[in-house]
């Protein structure tokens, strides 16, 4: 029973990982429509969406 509580919490962390590296977390648009430009997404998430800059 522990073991399997174990398993559901790594596959819902795995989840938001994948949602994370895919979508920005404040506008949820995906990365594919940023990454018609090369770095497009990798530059928005780390500037004009820093999610430190929420916190």
């Known amino acids: ?3 399997d ?3 559901e919490l ?3 962390l795995q989840s938001v990982v994948d949602d994370m590296e895919s ?3 404040i506008c949820g ?3 594919d429509y940023f ?3 090369p770095h497009g997404f990798d530059t928005h998430v780390q500037k004009e969406h ?3 800059n929420y916190m």
């Open 35 to 37: 990454d018609k430009v």
């Open 50 to 52: 820093n999610l430190a």
């Open 29 to 31: 648009i995906g990365k």
């Open 23 to 25: 979508n920005c977390f």
């Open 5 to 7: 509580a174990f398993g």
């Open 1 to 3: 029973l522990i073991i």
């Open 10 to 12: 790594r596959d819902q």
